[in-house]
């Protein structure tokens, strides 16, 4: 592609369009964005501005990329987090505006905490214990994953947002590497929870390109959620907080599956689809 700013994002826009992406202009803006390390203002506003022969190639591989349907985030290595910006890669979750919950449930917790730690059961990109290490100056973390390719992106990003030294990264299953000690202020994770039976139903830009390891847990989508609610329990301070992500109509498995002999049920956020969408619980 090449020409002006104006002309090839026509052309951008209609090559995303018969690829299926949803808003295929916005997206072409965004790839034009990150082809030239500008802001969207600029974009807007100099559509006769010529590209180079080098630009206008790079920009042409990144809309081939996407008319695959490889994630955005993916091409731009970026992805915006309550209000941080964070690095993405290939093989590891994209954070989600969903997820932003967790962290809102989790700070009503934390800043009322004197030095609270927590732990980020499959951090992946970091994005929660970093964002609420970031909101919370006295907090620490430790971000759990089974992969060592996420933990190292974890890592950049806290060196990204200043964080690192609040910051502790283990390689681990889920909480099996830590003693049933009740150690944590706060327990947060956006767990694996799409059934196994979903997978050809999931969007192309989740199921040929994300890891499917960070969204399938077992049959019917509990799987990693049963073992969050049982390993929890003995590493949690009294009245620690768990605070977890949850499917579509996950509510009610999800409720039948809490010991309300240990857990109290505090609070169930929705999303902006008004899903219910994340659990609060505490422990007794």
């Known amino acids: 592609m090449d020409g002006s700013i104006g002309k090839i994002i026509a052309e951008a826009t209609a090559v995303l369009q018969k690829a299926g992406i949803a808003d295929p202009r916005r997206e072409a803006l965004s790839l034009l964005m990150h082809t030239l390390q500008v802001d969207r203002a600029f974009v807007i506003a100099h559509p006769e501005r010529e590209l180079s022969a080098g630009e206008g190639e790079g920009f042409r591989q990144f809309v081939a990329r996407r ?19 964070f690095a993405v890669t290939s093989g590891v979750l994209i954070p989600r505006p969903e997820t932003e919950l967790i962290v809102e ?111 399938i847990a077992g049959d019917d989508g509990l799987s990693h959620i049963r073992i969050l609610l049982r390993d929890s ?20 498995a999800v409720k039948a599956s809490i010991d309300k002999r240990i857990w109290d049920l505090l609070e169930i956020k929705y999303d902006l689809q008004n899903i219910p969408r994340v659990f609060v619980l505490r422990k007794k």
């Open 67 to 85: 008319a695959t349907r490889e994630p955005l985030q993916y091409i731009t290595g970026i992805q915006e987090f309550f209000n941080l910006t």
């Open 105 to 215: 449930a989790a700070l009503d917790v934390l800043n009322s905490t004197d030095a609270p730690l927590i732990a980020d059961v499959g951090t992946g990109s970091g994005c929660i214990a970093i964002s609420l290490l970031h909101e919370n100056l006295t907090a620490r973390a430790l971000g759990i994953d089974i992969s060592s390719k996420a933990l190292a992106l974890a890592h950049r990003n806290a060196e990204r947002h200043g964080v690192r030294g609040r910051f502790a990264l283990v390689q681990a299953d889920g909480l099996s590497a830590f003693p049933p000690q009740p150690i944590f202020s706060a327990i947060v994770s956006n767990p694996p929870y799409i059934p196994a039976t979903e997978i050809e139903s999931l969007p192309a830009e989740v199921r040929d390109y994300e890891p499917l390891s960070a969204l």
């Open 233 to 252: 329990a003995d590493r949690l301070q009294p009245n620690g907080r768990l605070i977890f992500e949850i499917g579509f109509d996950q509510s009610d």
